[in-house]
């Protein structure tokens, strides 16, 4: 059963730094991975999907990363701004076919 | 721009009560699921749809029943509310079931169980 962990449950940077969320997961035979973003009282924004043939995606600012043998994801934010606070949070499609989601990192970022 | 709509936003039940939350998407896609928010739970799926008429369990079925309307809507239904089933509940879609395909997600409906 795909298990989806990620680490720290919460992190405060200052703006302008880089950073990178963390995502790992248990079933190597994964078929893709998501980030999605979730602002408070909203539903979830899809920001990057990588296909399990793919290293790493691109959109911005943001650059994701998928490394099967090792069962980890990264989410690498550049130049981090105050609207970038948000849950993220990552996800695995397996051989169920069906997202197993991670509980997210809330972000906060300080002007 | 509509994309996932849910309707209501919020809900107030009683322990007992039923109800239908509805869900549509004007994406075209075949998938749709349901899914529950529930904090330091995370996201667990519900029922999901991989194509009109099709209907399946997710990790968190009991208590709830989906209909598969037509390939835009697809409903959850909650028989006999308990206060358990107080939670965040997510539509989404997406335009074929897993593999390759992102999911897009409606903001939701907040529901609390008295």
């Known amino acids: 059963k795909q298990e989806v962990t990620q680490i720290p449950a919460a992190l405060s940077v200052p703006e302008g730094e880089n950073l990178v969320l963390n995502c790992s997961f248990t079933d190597s035979a994964i078929y893709n991975l998501q980030w999605f973003r979730q602002d408070p009282g909203k539903g979830l924004t899809s920001l990057l999907l990588?296909?399990?043939?793919?290293r790493e995606q691109t959109s911005g600012r943001l650059n994701a990363s998928l490394d099967k043998s090792s069962g980890r994801s990264t989410l690498y934010i550049a130049a981090s701004q105050p609207g970038d606070s948000a849950t993220y949070l990552c996800a695995g499609v397996g051989g169920s076919e069906k997202l197993v989601f991670g509980k997210g990192t809330k972000l906060t970022v300080n002007p | 721009n509509a994309g996932v709509t849910q309707t209501p936003k919020f809900q107030v039940l009683k322990t007992g009560q039923s109800m239908t939350l509805q869900c549509a998407q004007d994406?075209?896609?075949?998938?749709m699921y349901w899914y529950r928010q529930d904090p330091g739970m995370g996201l667990r799926l519900i029922y999901y749809?991989?194509?009109?008429?099709?209907?399946d369990k997710g990790e968190v079925p009991n208590g709830y029943n989906v209909s598969r309307l037509n390939k835009r809507e697809f409903s959850l239904r909650l028989e006999s509310a308990a206060p358990s089933q107080t939670s965040v509940y997510f539509c989404?879609?997406?335009?074929?079931?897993?593999?390759?395909?992102?999911?897009?997600f409606g903001d939701g409906t907040r529901l609390s169980i008295l």
């Open positions: 990588i296909q399990s043939s793919q």
């Open positions: 989404a879609s997406s335009e074929a079931g897993g593999q390759g395909q992102p999911q897009h």
């Open positions: 749809s991989a194509s009109e008429g099709t209907t």
């Open positions: 994406m075209n896609h075949n998938s």
